[in-house]
C-alpha cells in the first residue's frame, strides 16, 4: 500500500500537466512502515531521457543521488517513482518493468490531451507488476 499526501499528489498532478506531451517524472520521499510506503515530499526530476521524452522518463544517477541525500537529511528514505503517460494508460509499460526495482512503488499518470485523467501506484512483484492501492491523507 502507498499512502500519499494531499498536497504531494496535487503537485505531481500539476508537473505532469505542466510537462505535456512529454514523460515526467521524480521520486517520492517518505518512510515505510510494515509494508506500507507514506510519501511526505515529491522530488522532482528532470527528464534525462534525450531522445525520447514523449514516451520514456530517466532519472540520471546524479538526480537519485540528490534525492537520497536529501531525504537522508530529513530522517526519510525514497518510497517510489513517480511518472507520466501522455495519451496512454496509466498502466507500465515492458519499458517500466525493465528498469523497476523491488521494494518501491511506482506511481503512474495517464495525462490525455494535457490533463491528468487518472492515475494508479504500482509495485514489483517477481518478474511482474501487480497495482496497489492509494490511500490520499492531509
Same mark, same amino acid.
Given at each position: ?19 505535456? &506531451? ?7 520521499? +517518505?518512510?515505510?512502515? +510494515? +509494508? ?13 531521457? @534525450? ?23 530529513? +530522517? ?9 503517460? @501522455?495519451?496512454?494508460?496509466?498502466? &507500465? ?46
Amino acid at each position: 500500500m502507498l499512502k500519499v499526501k494531499k498536497e504531494v499528489l496535487e503537485k505531481m498532478i500539476k508537473q505532469a500537466e505542466r510537462d505535456y &506531451p512529454y514523460e515526467t517524472c521524480g521520486l517520492l520521499i +517518505g518512510k515505510s512502515e +510494515g +509494508g506500507i510506503r507514506i510519501a511526505y515530499e515529491a522530488f522532482e526530476t528532470p527528464n534525462a531521457n @534525450p531522445d525520447r521524452k514523449h514516451d520514456r522518463y530517466e532519472i540520471a544517477p546524479k538526480d537519485y543521488m540528490r534525492a537520497e541525500d536529501y531525504a537522508i537529511s530529513k +530522517g526519510m528514505e525514497i518510497v517510489g517513482v513517480y511518472h507520466s503517460h @501522455p495519451d496512454h494508460p496509466d498502466r &507500465p509499460s515492458q519499458f517500466d518493468l525493465q528498469r523497476a526495482f523491488p521494494d518501491l512503488s511506482y506511481i503512474i499518470f495517464s495525462v490525455q490531451k494535457g490533463k491528468v485523467a487518472s492515475y494508479r501506484s504500482w509495485e514489483l512483484k517477481g518478474d511482474k507488476f501487480e497495482e496497489e492501492e492509494v490511500e490520499v491523507f492531509e
